[in-house]
């Protein structure tokens, strides 16, 4: 579903809902409505629907990435896990899209508007939306402001044999967040300007299909060509297709951002975060979670008691992607030589998956922690960094030294410990290439890992 088609919708929704929310009404009736104030929260709880052509008045800190919302904390659009459906409201209507996000994101707002039924949601978790008849600033938290990076798609020598997948699954119009935009943008650069990979063999994945709408112009930013939807289905299309192509004399490089779903050890309640119970026994030995531990009924027996293991997901545009069917996609695949590298939260669950024989795989977070955006957020940290030392320089051109050896070139290897050494985020990036499926953080070579990485370039 497009941006264009989700706002349409929107629209069509407020115009069917009940026809008291379009009259007037008087003055002393409204001030008597604002009185009781509602909590987000509250209009994205299991009664929402009792609120539903309803006036109402919510406070919250906006931000319009990539459609306007209100959150309840901005830690919440940092991390690169799935928004809390409880901590966010959609703002819909003129007024809404009339506010400058350059000017006032990252502002508290206080906002009246009626409230209209998303349907149908591209999100399961999207039940309503707020459209605003009014709407003031209470303060300023934090400026909150993302524009999208310009890079000019020069001409290239194409390399044969070389494939890129470039993937953002974003989970829906709320959670599309503009900085995976500017993560796939800044690799699709890299890799066409830096290294001649020919746009016909790199195959972009995004969201719901189209490109976000810059900021600024409010018109979509074509300077990348979108292939497919972020769907599981497109994946396993791609991949097939992928299958029938290539050879033992190829180099495959997949790239994701966006979201991902896991076990977080460190929060109070670790296991609402995506992810499931692993029911195939697929999962090292390492991963081992005890319920008595965290007291919690992991695998829904009624008995707190056992022990289980975790299946980590990437997320989908509409649904999600778990560790093993993501990994079955490269089931009889021929290459010469893959790296995988994973921005997403509990990305490292992703290791043990897909070990494999001439793969390298890097991921920006263990797989127990989330990843994180950079601070300003256009871009999420560790990929930021690992394409800057790629790319020998960051996107506005500014030089970058990543080649420690001085040979001319970045591997792998060089690019990994860059970005370790930059990225200031709170996650732990890990490194796999011997095909034990145990990685190790930086910095590699370590532990039989990095021999490969080593001596692998993506020209």
């Given at each position: 579903m497009?941006?264009?088609?989700?706002?349409?919708?929107?629209?069509?929704?407020?115009?069917?809902?009940?026809?008291?929310?379009a009259?007037?009404?008087?003055?002393?009736?409204?001030?008597e409505?604002?009185?009781e104030?509602?909590?987000?929260?509250?209009?994205?709880?299991p009664?929402?629907m009792?609120?539903?052509?309803?006036?109402?008045?919510?406070e919250?800190i906006?931000?319009?990435?990539?459609?306007?919302?209100?959150?309840?904390?901005?830690?919440?659009?940092?991390?690169?896990?799935?928004?809390?459906?409880?901590?966010?409201?959609?703002?819909?209507?003129?007024?809404?899209?009339?506010?400058?996000?350059?000017?006032?994101?990252?502002?508290?707002?206080?906002?009246?508007g009626?409230?209209?039924a998303?349907?149908?949601?591209?999100?399961?978790?999207?039940?309503?939306?707020?459209?605003?008849?009014?709407?003031?600033?209470?303060?300023f938290?934090?400026?909150?402001?993302?524009?999208?990076?310009?890079?000019?798609?020069?001409?290239?020598?194409?390399?044969?044999?070389?494939?890129?997948i470039?993937?953002?699954?974003?989970?829906?119009?709320?959670d599309?967040?503009?900085?995976?935009?500017?993560?796939?943008?800044?690799?699709?650069s890299?890799?066409?300007n830096?290294?001649?990979y020919?746009?016909?063999?790199?195959?972009?994945l995004?969201?719901?299909?189209?490109p976000?709408?810059?900021?600024?112009?409010?018109?979509?930013?074509?300077?990348?060509?979108?292939?497919?939807?972020?769907t599981?289905?497109?994946?396993?299309?791609?991949?097939?297709s992928?299958?029938?192509?290539?050879?033992?004399?190829?180099?495959?490089?997949?790239?994701?951002?966006?979201?991902?779903?896991?076990?977080?050890k460190?929060?109070?309640?670790?296991?609402i975060?995506?992810?499931?119970?692993?029911?195939n026994?697929d999962?090292?030995?390492?991963d081992?979670?005890s319920?008595t531990?965290?007291?919690?009924?992991?695998?829904?027996?009624?008995?707190?008691?056992?022990?289980?293991?975790?299946?980590?997901?990437?997320?989908?545009?509409g649904?999600?992607?778990l560790?093993?069917?993501?990994?079955?996609?490269?089931?009889?695949?021929?290459?010469?030589?893959?790296?995988?590298?994973?921005?997403?939260?509990?990305?490292g669950?992703?290791?043990?998956?897909?070990?494999?024989?001439?793969?390298?795989i890097?991921?920006?977070?263990?797989?127990?922690?989330?990843?994180?955006?950079?601070?300003?957020?256009?871009?999420?940290?560790?990929?930021?960094?690992?394409t800057?030392a790629?790319?020998?320089?960051?996107?506005r051109?500014?030089p970058?030294?990543?080649?420690?050896?001085?040979?001319?070139?970045?591997?792998m290897v060089?690019?990994?410990?860059?970005?370790?050494s930059?990225?200031?985020?709170?996650?732990t990036?890990?490194?796999?290439?011997?095909?034990?499926?145990?990685?190790?953080s930086?910095?590699?070579p370590?532990?039989?890992?990095?021999?490969?990485?080593?001596?692998?370039?993506?020209?």
């Open positions: 497009t941006r264009k088609v989700f706002l349409i919708l929107v629209a069509l929704t407020l115009a069917l809902s009940v026809g008291v929310v009259c007037a009404q008087p003055a002393e009736e409204e001030e409505e604002e009185e104030q509602l909590s987000i929260s509250d209009l994205k709880g009664d929402w009792k609120y539903v052509g309803t006036v109402v008045t919510v919250g906006f931000v319009r990435d990539p459609i306007p919302m209100l959150l309840t904390d901005l830690d919440i659009v940092k991390v690169n896990s799935p928004m809390p459906e409880d901590q966010y409201i959609i703002l819909a209507g003129d007024q809404a899209e009339d506010i400058d996000p350059a000017e006032y994101g990252g502002a508290k707002l206080k906002v009246t009626n409230v209209v998303m349907n149908p949601p591209v999100d399961p978790s999207e039940h309503v939306a707020v459209d605003l008849t009014r709407w003031e600033v209470v303060d938290v934090e400026r909150y402001y993302i524009e999208l990076v310009d890079f000019r798609i020069g001409p290239c020598i194409p390399q044969p044999n070389r494939y890129a470039l993937f953002n699954g974003g989970i829906g119009p709320a599309n967040h503009l900085r995976f935009w500017n993560d796939l943008k800044f690799m699709y890299t890799l066409i830096k290294y001649g020919a746009p016909d063999r790199i195959t972009v995004y969201g719901d299909g189209s976000p709408d810059d900021p600024a112009t409010h018109l979509p930013d074509t300077s990348m060509p979108v292939d497919h939807s972020g599981q289905a497109n994946l396993e299309s791609v991949f097939k992928l299958k029938a192509t290539t050879t033992s004399k190829d180099f495959i490089f997949v790239f994701a951002t966006n979201h991902g779903g896991g076990f977080c460190e929060c109070p309640t670790p296991d975060y995506g992810g499931q119970v692993d029911t026994a999962e090292p030995g390492t081992v979670l319920e531990h965290y007291g919690r009924d992991l695998n829904g027996d009624g008995v707190v008691a056992g022990s289980v293991s975790w299946d980590e997901e990437l997320c989908s545009w649904g999600r992607i560790d093993d069917a993501f990994s079955d996609m490269f089931a009889n695949l021929a290459y010469r030589r893959m790296v995988i590298v994973m921005g997403t939260c509990f990305s669950g992703f290791i043990y998956d897909m070990r494999g024989s001439n793969r390298i890097i991921s920006a977070a263990s797989e127990y922690e989330f990843g994180w955006s950079m601070l300003g957020y256009p871009f999420d940290e560790f990929s930021y960094y690992f800057c790629i790319n020998g320089a960051d996107e051109g500014n970058v030294d990543a080649d420690t050896n001085n040979d001319g070139q970045v591997s060089e690019a990994f410990n860059y970005a370790v930059e990225d200031e985020a709170p996650e990036p890990y490194y796999e290439d011997d095909g034990d499926g145990v990685p190790h930086g910095p590699v370590a532990a039989g890992d990095g021999t490969l990485g080593s001596n692998t370039f993506l020209s």
